[in-house]
């Protein structure tokens, strides 16, 4: 299919930012539209049925979401829970009035069971509930499936539902008290390096194993699941397991810090293993391939420059 006008919701955030220009590149920067809150509320029905009246896209890559971490989840679930229900339903419930061709929806690894097993299949995602903490975010963005599977059965609408695992790379968050792994230790490790610290201390005992993607692969795939008809949901990640001391350890040599790695066994660190099976993913011929080395290369070298930027996701 070749797409004449391609919507991105979310086109500020972390993945937006990486998966705008690799649309563009693929079908031509006047084809490719991006939107963020400020110019269509999608929590807001009337808002949502504005921006496909107004922008009359063929293809919504829908990335816009309430998000945050963990305390904020713990301190605030009602709203995780209602505003991203409000994402699910208004996007969906005016993208089939509309008639567009296509909706590409994401979602997080976090949606599926606290007690599913590594490595975790799309047949696991209804098994169980989510991790308490983020249970509320995480059931919210789950209905994105439902609303697939409903608009598509009633009003013929085409989507794909795309489940990014444990993102990283460039434009993340690295607020101190926001960020998730690789941010913070990115931002821990090289503001020791600058400081000359003899030590940067890690929670946990480092050996919990996680499945890191770089956004950049997450984002080259969002084409392809445009113009083909896999409904989904499809996990997309690199299936490679990682324990949390080696990415302390590639870090560290990331960022150039020579001092310690100093564990806090005191402090937790999730479950023990959580990693994502892309068997599905790499029998259409895909796959997110950029080593963990290389990525963090990008990342450190866009925080640094972006340190020197004063950039708005660096404050504390």
Known sequence: MSARRVVVTGATGFLGRHVTPVLEARYGRDAVVGVS?????????????????????HVVVHLAGYVGGIEANRTWPADFLHRNLLFVGNVFQAAAEHGIDKLVYTMGGCSY??????????????AGYPQPDS???????????????????????????????????????????????IPALIRRFDEAAQDGSPAV???????????????GDVARLVPFFIDGDEPGPINLSSGVPTS???????????????????????KPEGQSVKIFDVRRLRALGLSC????????????????????????????
Not at 41 to 51: K, S, V
Not at 113 to 126: G, V
Not at 201 to 215: L, M, Q, S
Not at 289 to 314: C, F, I, K, M, N
């Open 289 to 316: 391939a950029t080593s963990l080395r290389d990525g963090l290369a990008h990342t450190v070298a866009w925080y640094r420059d972006a340190v020197a930027r004063a950039e708005p996701a660096l404050r504390r």
């Open 113 to 126: 069971p606290a007690t599913a097993a590594s490595p975790i299949d799309e047949s696991q995602m209804w």
């Open 37 to 57: 809150r400020r110019q269509y509320d999608l929590t807001d029905p009337a808002r949502a049925r504005a921006l496909f009246a107004e922008l009359r896209p």
């Open 244 to 266: 949390v001391r080696t990415l302390a350890e590639e870090i560290r040599a990331a960022t150039g810090f020579r001092g310690e790695i100093r564990w806090d066994v005191s």
């Open 135 to 181: 249970a509320a975010y995480a059931t919210a963005k789950k209905m994105g499936i439902v609303a697939a599977e409903a608009y598509r059965q009633q009003y013929g609408l085409r989507s794909v539902v795309l489940v990014p695992g444990n993102l990283y790379g460039e434009h993340d968050n690295f607020r101190a008290r926001e960020s998730h792994v």
């Open 201 to 215: 201390t890690v929670w946990g005992n480092g050996t919990a194993k996680r499945d890191f993607v770089y956004a």
